[in-house]
């Protein structure tokens, strides 16, 4: 079946340091990635995507390429801020199918001054 | 507002009662979806509606869950004879249809259900 795993948080840096979020997935055929956020009080919205291999998804900073080899999909950015203090959630979209994502645990990530 | 909008935002309920969950979409959606997202756990996804297809149920847990959606735009999930392994936040979502697989779910805030 199809299934998203990613690192368990929190995680917690200073403001300015690397960020990495590790996501692997299974899944059969070639599905669409995405990685989605949650800030505080906010519903989640697409942070970025990718829809075949070698693919890179980035936005607002953040990158994340599509490795089919490894199966996976981890999300970097190479100076976090305060305001990046967020959820994140890694999700894979079937090939062929309509808009169901499956989404990972979360990650919860806190910056920090 | 644009978005999409859910009501109640909090609902605390005793067991055994029923609750029932409203989801308006952004205009123009098609699609519409529910997901459950409990403590410590990913979105569990739940129902899905395209259009005047039959939904997609395959990720309702019990049949205590229902869902409908009237005029393909609101909808409502129901749950009854609530348990208090139902308490999480029911997140709704609504993007294009199909032939527009971008990938790209417009969510609510979600409603936080508390079972006691």
């Known amino acids: 079946g199809n299934s998203v795993t990613q690192m368990e948080g929190p995680v917690t840096l200073s403001e300015e340091a690397f960020l990495t979020i590790n996501c692997t997935y299974t899944a059969t055929g070639y599905p669409s990635l995405f990685w989605y956020v949650q800030y505080p009080g906010e519903g989640l919205q697409l942070l970025l995507k990718a829809t075949k291999a070698d693919d890179k998804g980035s936005n607002k900073g953040f990158e994340a390429t599509y490795r089919k080899e490894t199966t996976s999909f981890h999300l970097e950015k190479g100076s976090v801020q305060v305001s990046d203090s967020a959820v994140y959630f890694c999700?894979?979209?079937?090939?062929?199918?309509?808009?169901?994502?499956?989404f990972g645990a979360g990650t919860r990530l806190a910056v920090h001054p | 507002g644009a978005g999409v909008s859910q009501s109640p935002s909090n609902k605390v309920t005793e067991k055994g009662k029923d609750v029932e969950l409203r989801c308006d979409p952004i205009s123009g959606h098609t699609a519409l979806y529910w997901y459950r997202q409990s403590l410590g756990q990913g979105l569990e996804f739940l129902i899905y509606f395209q259009g005047n297809s039959a939904p997609d149920k395959s990720g309702l847990p019990s049949d205590r869950f229902s869902a409908e959606r009237t005029g393909g735009s609101v909808s409502t999930l129901t749950i009854q004879r609530t348990q208090q392994e139902d308490s999480a936040v029911y997140l709704c979502?609504?993007?294009f249809g199909v032939g527009a697989n971008t990938g790209e779910l417009f969510f609510g805030e979600g409603s936080r259900l508390t079972v006691l």
């Open positions: 979502a609504s993007s």
């Open positions: 999700a894979l979209s079937p090939s062929g199918g309509y808009n169901k994502l499956i």
